[in-house]
């Protein structure tokens, strides 16, 4: 396996102008729920609705916007998460991201300069299943310890971006 | 509680919203259902916290801030609270969490932060160390992005 660079949006890229932060602005926690969305968009930043899906697609199309959706409440919905570092060595280290990247609860997944150098997020159903998924990923590679982190209290989560 | 309705919805609401002029009405023809109680099914979930957040998810390294860390910090237990709300109300930090630490590892508060460049995240770290008084804590700078994808809820067979 081959480790990938983050990606680089497919096109140029140009530099975000006034309107481009505006809408990411309003469109990143204040996305409306309703019939005409982009019209809605348009109306907060002084633009029409055809600009702001011209710009919203444009930014989609080079990256810029990674989704466009709902997140939920993974606990409210009856799962559990946690944070895992992991020890591997550089040797087993394709293998053992190989192994971890198969499951789907595994939804990020990050190489970090640190003697625990893979540091991934595991939800799953339940803590027996989540814990099940630990033993599985120790008992198929050569990882020397995995921590496991669940959150005890989230004091913050938001990724808005002031542009 | 979630009711048919709202299940139905989490699972259609897991894909992407098409870029188009009317992204919920495709939605709603997609779920036989008609597009204003959809709308208001959608409008319950976040009234009810199931879902958190509906909008855009910038991918950070295209919006400026190119450098992130996570930073991990070993709090006394009696000041993780105030700490915690200290370092989530300063804008590079974008998340917060406390978490069980391990017997080998005794971090229990977690910042991710971001900045312009990895020097200017040494130097928000530092800060936050000198203002919470927090002198034991390890930067965790991201080499690769390994995976990253949106969880899918609901669905038989995958975990």
Redesign the interface.
């Given at each position: 396996m081959t480790?990938?660079?983050?990606q680089k949006?497919k096109t140029k890229?140009q530099p975000l102008d006034e309107l481009d932060r505006a809408i990411?602005n309003e469109?990143?926690?204040?996305?409306p729920?309703?019939?005409?969305?982009?019209?809605e968009v348009g109306e907060r930043v002084g633009a029409s609705?055809e600009e702001v899906?011209a710009r919203?697609?444009a930014m989609?199309e080079?990256?810029?916007?990674?989704?466009?959706?709902?997140?939920?409440?993974?606990r409210?919905?009856g799962?559990t998460s946690t944070?895992c570092?992991a020890r591997v060595t550089p040797e087993s280290l394709d293998h053992f991201?190989a192994v971890?990247?198969r499951?789907?609860?595994?939804?990020?997944?990050?190489?970090?300069?640190?003697r625990?150098n893979?540091?991934?997020t595991l939800?799953?159903?339940s803590e027996e299943?989540l814990n099940q998924?630990l033993e599985e990923i120790s008992g198929a590679s050569e990882v020397l310890?995995i921590?496991?982190?669940?959150?005890?209290?989230?004091?913050?989560?938001?990724?808005d971006?002031?542009? | 509680m979630l009711s048919d309705l709202d299940r139905k919805v989490i699972l259609a609401l897991q894909r992407d919203l098409e870029i188009c002029p009317r992204p919920f009405l495709e939605v709603a023809e997609h779920l036989g259902i008609g597009e204003e109680p959809l709308l208001a099914a959608i409008r319950s979930l976040m009234a009810r916290g199931y879902i958190r957040r509906f909008g855009a998810t910038l991918r950070h390294q295209q919006s400026g801030y190119e450098a992130n860390a996570l930073v991990a910090w070993a709090v006394p237990e009696a000041d993780l609270k105030r700490i915690g709300q200290h370092l989530a109300g300063q804008r590079a930090v974008t998340h917060c969490y406390a978490r069980r630490p391990a017997p080998s590892w005794p971090y229990n508060l977690y910042t991710m932060i971001h900045g312009r460049t990895p020097e200017e995240c040494v130097k928000i770290a530092a800060q936050m160390a000198a203002e919470t008084g927090v002198r034991d804590y390890e930067m965790l700078f991201s080499e690769t992005e390994l995976k990253k994808t949106t969880m899918r809820y609901f669905r038989e067979g995958e975990s």
């Open positions: 480790i990938t660079k983050n949006p890229n990411l469109i990143q926690s204040h996305f729920i309703g019939s005409r969305p982009y019209a609705e899906l919203v697609m989609a080079a990256g810029i916007i990674r989704r466009l959706g709902a997140n939920f409440t993974s409210k919905l799962y944070l570092a991201v971890v990247n499951y789907p609860g595994v939804t990020h997944n990050y190489l970090r300069r640190h625990y893979v540091w991934f939800i799953a159903e299943r998924i310890e921590l496991s982190l669940p959150a005890q209290e989230v004091f913050k989560i938001k990724v971006f002031q542009l | -």
